[in-house]
């Protein structure tokens, strides 16, 4: 009964190359976001959505995009990746934007 | 773990004592605070918020207090147990977007 979820869970690829994470919820919330952690563990917003609509574009390189097929699922699309790509891709759903929001267990990314 | 190495401000603290961790949170338009924990190897986990009307909250083993005057939050753990060995983070929204913002993070080391 994972609320939120994301895979794959490790992602090892060579730079220049397209990826994608994907992610679900199945709490029934209208607002999903993707955060990125780096070495350090510092925790970023890239981006939200509302029922399918971007919220929040917090100045994301061109070659992330995301996507919305529907109000449980949040993907996310990675062209041309880079070394500084390396990190923890967290995905998380709340109800509303302003409602707690749940996170999934993450995807970390390796870039070579 | 994930947290060999790092670098994040570090609470030691003996099992059965009770913890302390602080955060100066930056925007004093924020109204909504929260507070995560994030397990090696996890997705960070809400533990308890906080909205500015309030100054304390209590929940299971946790209170977090909010001092708006000088921009500080702290989250107390009564009688701290090893399983509350995590890095904590503070985290702060507001505005039309209620983008939430995180802190650095804490790293809480209970010794048995």
């Known amino acids: 009964d994972t609320a939120v979820s994301q895979t794959p869970k490790y992602l090892v690829t060579q730079m220049g190359n397209d990826k994608s994470i994907k992610c679900e919820q199945n709490?029934?919330?209208?607002?999903m976001y993707w955060y990125k952690q780096d070495s350090k563990k510092f925790l970023k917003i890239m981006f939200s959505?509302?029922?399918?609509?971007?919220?929040i574009n917090e100045t994301v390189p061109n070659r992330f995009s995301p996507k919305s097929p529907d109000k449980a699922h949040l993907n996310l699309h990675i062209n041309s990746l880079e070394l500084g790509d390396s990190a923890v891709y967290f995905c998380?759903?709340?109800?509303?934007?302003?409602?707690?929001?749940?996170f999934g267990p993450g995807t970390r990314l390796l870039v070579l | 773990g994930e947290n060999v190495g790092l670098h994040l401000p570090t609470l030691s603290v003996q099992e059965g004592d009770n913890s302390i961790i602080n955060c100066a949170y930056s925007?004093?338009?924020?109204?909504?605070f929260i507070w995560y924990k994030q397990e090696s190897g996890k997705g960070p986990q809400f533990i308890i918020d906080?909205?500015?009307?309030?100054d304390k909250r209590q929940g299971q083993r946790v209170t977090v207090l909010l001092n708006k005057t000088v921009k500080h939050l702290s989250l107390q753990i009564a009688a701290t147990q090893p399983g509350d060995s995590a890095v904590y983070f503070c985290?702060?929204?507001?505005?039309?977007?209620?983008?939430?913002?995180f802190g650095t993070g804490t790293l809480l080391a209970v010794q048995p």
């Open positions: 998380a759903s709340s109800q509303g934007l302003g409602g707690t929001q749940y």
């Open positions: 709490l029934g919330h209208d607002t």
């Open positions: 959505y509302n029922n399918k609509e971007l919220i």
């Open positions: 925007n004093s338009a924020s109204d909504y």
């Open positions: 906080i909205r500015s009307n309030m």
């Open positions: 985290a702060e929204s507001g505005g039309a977007t209620n983008k939430l913002i």
